[in-house]
């Protein structure tokens, strides 16, 4: 048998925390994560994109673009509505190829740049660290006092505060719940509902009484267990990133050799890295964490730890950036950061990627026409003419009243009989279905199934959509 090498303890002991959850105990206990109000250059950042992100999540709802919401997700009643354009269950590739497009942009763009969208964009950690943990600060105040809140007993004073956390907590889920239902049904729709009250719907009020229990939980209990153990972003992320992907690092070369802090210390002359092991990295850690212990995936890419540590390494006189944006590969090497030719590439890949959804999105027609014979017809001769009927379906996808005129393109020399108003006149978002018989002189008609084009054109004489379909008539022996 070939020997086996030599594993020291303390390199067990060192990958020891690969092995469970930051937020677990070794009995499966849940930890509860008290992390400590950050603040810094990059906080400052997250605030400015959170209260923009917040601003665009409960101001959209009441934009309208041409009359149309700027976006509304109805299956119930099958209404879609994307950037203020409608799309119908006839676009459903195209959000199909939308959807793939979207998740073959979010790997590339993790394959770069990790998971900035987790801190800084993801609807979680947006309401979680911007919204709920605001308030928790504010009503309970930071680390430490929630600590001793927490292990003190139920007194008055923590009655109170619990009682004020919880009912704030409760009318935030509300309140994101209305606007989550905007998204769904329309503001009117909600406005309409609240209205009228809880006896007039029923059931919409216990979906919204659902969604909000949902939110209160998620918030109050669930938290940053989301990202660690449901998200599968975060397990993603194991099999996408590489040593040139752009993550939060601990600069370890630098920072190995840990020692606490003694004023006029030559620290290097004594073999000791710049990390003082001031845990302060640790203890603003949403997700509990300890990011000296290399890249995990309870890590977000909040950027509290690269805060914290610049605010320490001030502190102390020494360079800012011992956690940093950075890749791996420039840590172990002790290269410059670059854009490197792959990361360039990528970027080009992901913008094409961004062009052809939009593509996709906006080149769909204004008009949609489709013409069916109904089941069971058939064609019928009269006065040496061969008729066939078909049931015709317009859809005006743009947001115009549209004046339109149904004409065979080919074959030549067919007759149109309309059940109606030969114009036929179609409001923006409208769908209109009718009747028509097309007749063709007996001569015309030399297949008993010959192709046929019906053309739909506007009052210009421009042709807006045409379909292709046949034409029945009698057999013919062809000698």
Known sequence: ?????????????????????????????????????????????????????????????????????????????????ILGQPFYLQDFFILALGAVTSVIFVMLFTVVFGRIFCGWFCPQTLFLEMVFRKIEYWIEGDRNKQIKLDRQGWDAEKIRKRLMKWSAFLLISVIISHFMFMYIVGYEEVFHIMSEGPAENSLKFTIMIFFTMAFYFVFSWLREQVCTLICPYGRLQGV??????????????????????????????????DCIDCHQCVV????????????????????????????????????????????????????????????????????????????????????????????????????????????????????????????????????????????????????????INISFPEKEIKFSKQDMVIGVFDEKGKLVDSFETTFEGPFKLLL
Not at 33 to 51: A, H, L, Q
Not at 258 to 272: H, M, Q, T, V
Not at 354 to 367: E, Q
Not at 378 to 407: C, D, M, P
């Open 240 to 273: 996408l990133i590489d040593k040139q992907t752009i993550n939060v690092y601990y600069d370890f070369k630098r920072g190995e050799g840990r020692a606490k802090w003694r004023s006029g210390e030559d620290r290097k002359a004594n073999g000791k890295g």
């Open 284 to 435: 603003v850690c949403p997700t509990g964490i300890d990011i000296r212990n290399g890249q995990q995936l309870e890590c977000v890419n909040c950027t509290a730890c690269i805060d914290a540590c610049d605010e320490v390494m001030e502190k102390v006189g020494l360079p800012k950036g011992l956690v940093r944006y950075a890749t791996e590969a420039e840590i172990e090497n002790r290269e410059k950061f670059r854009f490197t030719a792959r990361m360039k590439a990528t970027t080009v890949i992901l913008a094409l990627l961004i062009g052809f959804l939009g593509f996709l999105m906006y080149d769909r027609g204004s008009m949609e026409a489709k013409f069916i014979k109904p089941a069971g017809s058939t064609f019928f001769v009269k006065n040496g003419k061969i008729t066939n009927s078909f049931i015709y379906t317009l859809l005006n996808k743009s947001n115009e009243k549209k004046t339109l005129i149904i004409k065979v393109i080919a074959p030549k020399n067919a007759e149109i009989t309309y059940f109606g108003a030969e114009k036929i006149i179609l409001k923006g978002d409208q769908m209109l279905k009718g009747n």
């Open 1 to 81: 048998m070939s020997a086996q090498p030599d594993i020291k303890i303390s390199e067990i002991e060192n990958e020891a925390f690969r092995n469970s959850v930051g937020t677990m105990d070794e009995m499966g206990k849940r930890k509860w994560v008290f992390p400590r109000k950050p603040k810094g250059k990059y906080t400052n950042y997250r605030n400015y994109t959170s209260y923009l992100l917040l601003a665009l999540f409960f101001g959209l709802p009441f934009i309208k673009i041409n009359h149309n919401p700027f976006l509304l997700i109805n299956i119930i009643d099958r209404k879609f509505f």
